[in-house]
């Protein structure tokens, strides 16, 4: 039987996953195959410590350059994890020595995966990186094969379990946000230092890889417009849900007469779409293609459904399943014109708190009018016992209007004087 | 560049969209795959009927085997539908000759894809059925290849467009079945003759390739107990309503202890399930696997979505992508190990018209304990206007029995003679 040899790099909670899930499916993926899978070397940083796997049968390297190296591999697993080396160091020589990489590192693919797929084509080897984006949901084969005979419009999704985490939690227990990130924490799904999940950068990586599958364009992460969920409050929670809509942190791609437009933000999404019922840490892509509008949902993370990306990545190589890393071949790879976010169009939720003083509303109405933004409802709620100075909160939601109009709206009446403290900004995906 | 030369058998709207699609997307296609995939010879029952497309370059035969044996292709593609010849013969022919096949045709795999896979395997050819089910919805590749990884346990979907439709506008707008089934008949989505999707065989042709496809079973169509929606009301869907559930059909596919349970029946699911959130035309299928869970969301039929994944199916052929039809070499399928029906395990609800007579409750409730059956509730109607002899709706939710103890229990109370119709039997799936 013919053989895939694999050095595997990183040992951590997805790594070990990958070498049990091999064990225990090892009769049922030659069967498929015709192939066997076999870890034959691996690398870590510390050699001595038990992780509850056998690697007496695996050659051990140090430095994982070498491992990337080691002429006994055909594919480097490369389950590191960072943007620069040694994880990118490691995958640039397996894939100059024309061997193939499967890889979950989304900092790196987002950073610089165009030019990683120029370089396993320049040499013959193959890059697969299914578990970069949505964990366990296969959605880089989705858009790169089953999708093949479609033009997408959009891709959307919640990419990030523990900021969906966070918004399930505060929606449907009326918890803040403080006390959902600690709890978050606590349970493992958020880092000590959240910034990477909960300011959005995280979700910008996946969305990056997901525009170039989608789009057939280099990946192009700087283009991203990031904005995270750290100012969201019950009150916009619970806006939301009077007016028909879940608030989600979603990473958005969609192609626009002016470009491709790129962008993750707190959004508000009607109640009856398939993602806006999506709880927990649960994560789910929707892609609107002109043949075929698909919703996929289930696990974005862990070490499980990590595995279950990387094994199946490790499986089409063993097949010998052709096709490229971005579905098109790197030379192929438009340039992303950029759409700026200054123009992007669509409704707005915007919650201000209008100091208590004559002419505040006559303001703020004006200055919404002066730049074209047509309301749709205006709802203004008094303090409970309202005392004179303390500000009322006023929401507007806006007609389609651009981003621009908006800002440019806001940034008025803040120097008008008539806010109390920064409005909050949300903005609607509608039908 | 390379080329997949195409027969295509059967130009109606799929196969037309196809044609379309194929010319749309051709240079992407190409760029994806290196290969150019050119429709060559056609073959329809109506030569001189104009389609809209452009079929001067391709030739064309009456008889869709002799198509199948033209030396000039490399794959039949097979959408004339039905179990039987032609269809059945030209697959045959296509494969015994050492050609691929790509099909749509869920009633014949139903009935013989096992040795279908067979034949591909001894000639050499290809046999691929991404628009068998669920339409534009890539359940098949993801089974087949994404999940490789994973032991399935559960697969079940919302299969059929038709019945979809009909339940969710009994549901939602409290319509009757006959009038939603007329509007579905009006609308294009039932055939005149509705019999074959709301009865369920639809349905279970679709469940037979997926249960093949999760458990690496031979296909068996036939050991599928299959119950259709015709005797839903709307009393039942209200009261699910009540109790947080949606009726839905569903394919069911489950590994039990005893076998493999495949099931088509109405089934009551927690309107928190994805599945359950499920509506119109648009079809859903959730897979339970140990190591990911997911749940796939879209269009179940219609031209576009059949074409695309039809049109995949082509490009994998193109891109030389390996793998077997089912997952597993043939030899390599069990034969599907029967679960009888009797014996399987869930909630039930049991909708009942009770004569109004002393003593009708407590011989009900006898019945149910003679047979073991806890209940989880009990919801008595009387008609508005009690009139003596005008029967109650009696409404049981039982917890988890057998299928076995209920239908002795409702029989044991037919022959008590309390009952004044038919009663009503629904199976519950829960978390």
Redesign the interface.
Same mark, same amino acid.
């Given at each position: 039987m013919r053989e895939l040899k694999v050095g595997l790099a990183g040992l951590g909670t997805v790594g070990t996953g990958v070498l049990r899930?091999?064990d %225990?499916?090892r009769l049922?993926?030659a069967? %498929? @195959?015709?192939c066997e899978i076999r870890v034959v070397a691996v690398s870590a940083r510390d050699r001595a410590r038990d992780r509850g796997v056998d690697l007496s049968a695996m050659r051990w390297h140090d430095d994982p350059v070498a491992l990337a190296r080691d002429p006994e591999i055909d594919v480097l697993l490369e389950l590191m994890g960072g943007e620069g080396d040694p994880a990118k160091a490691a995958v640039c020589a397996a894939l100059d020595a024309g061997k193939s990489v499967v890889t979950a590192n989304k900092a790196l693919l987002a950073r610089c995966g165009t030019d990683l797929a120029a370089r396993s084509e320049a040499a013959g080897g193959r890059l697969r990186f299914?578990a970069a984006v949505a964990g366990?949901?296969?959605i880089v084969? @989705?858009l790169r094969?089953? *999708?093949?005979?479609?033009?997408i419009h959009r891709v959307s999704g919640i990419l990030n379990g523990t900021c969906n985490y966070i918004l399930t939690r505060m929606a449907d227990e009326k918890l803040s946000f403080e006390t959902c990130l600690a709890e978050a924490q606590r349970l493992g799904y958020a880092e000590a230092d959240p910034t990477f999940d909960i300011d959005g950068f995280d979700t910008a990586h996946k969305l990056a890889l997901l525009t170039s599958l989608a789009f057939?364009t280099r990946v192009d992460a700087e283009a991203i417009y990031v904005e995270g969920i750290r100012s969201l409050t019950l009150a916009d929670l619970a806006a939301a849900d009077d007016l028909g809509y879940k608030v989600k942190l979603l990473g958005v791609a969609v192609r626009t007469d002016q470009g491709i437009e790129q962008r993750v933000h707190p959004t508000m999404v009607p109640k009856?779409w398939?993602i806006a019922? =999506?709880?927990g840490v649960t994560n789910a892509v929707a892609i609107d293609?002109?043949? =075929?509008? *698909? @919703? *996929? $949902?289930?696990?974005g993370a862990g070490g499980?459904?990590t595995?279950?990306? $990387? =094994?199946?990545d490790l499986?089409?190589l063993a *097949?010998?399943?052709?096709?490229?890393a971005f579905?098109?071949?790197e030379a192929?790879l438009r340039p992303a014109e950029r759409a700026p976010m200054q123009h992007h169009e669509g409704g707005y939720y915007i919650r201000l708190a209008a100091r208590n003083k004559p002419g505040t509303a006559a303001t703020i109405a004006r200055r919404m009018a002066d730049e074209g933004i047509s309301l749709e409802s205006i709802v203004q709620r008094r303090p409970d016992r309202s005392q004179d100075g303390e500000p009322a909160t006023v929401i507007l939601i806006t007609y389609a209007t651009t981003e621009e109009a908006v800002r440019r709206a806001v940034a008025r009446m803040e120097g008008d004087g008539v806010l109390a403290s920064q409005p909050q900004v949300i903005r609607i995906e509608k039908d």
């Open positions: 899930m091999l %225990r499916q049922s993926l069967a %498929r @195959t015709g299914e366990g949901i296969p084969k @989705t094969e089953a *999708l093949a005979g479609n033009t057939g009856h398939p019922q =999506v709880s293609g002109d043949a =075929v509008a *698909l @919703t *996929l $949902v289930g696990p499980d459904a595995a279950s990306a $990387v =094994v199946a499986a089409d *097949l010998e399943a052709g096709g490229f579905g098109l071949p192929g």
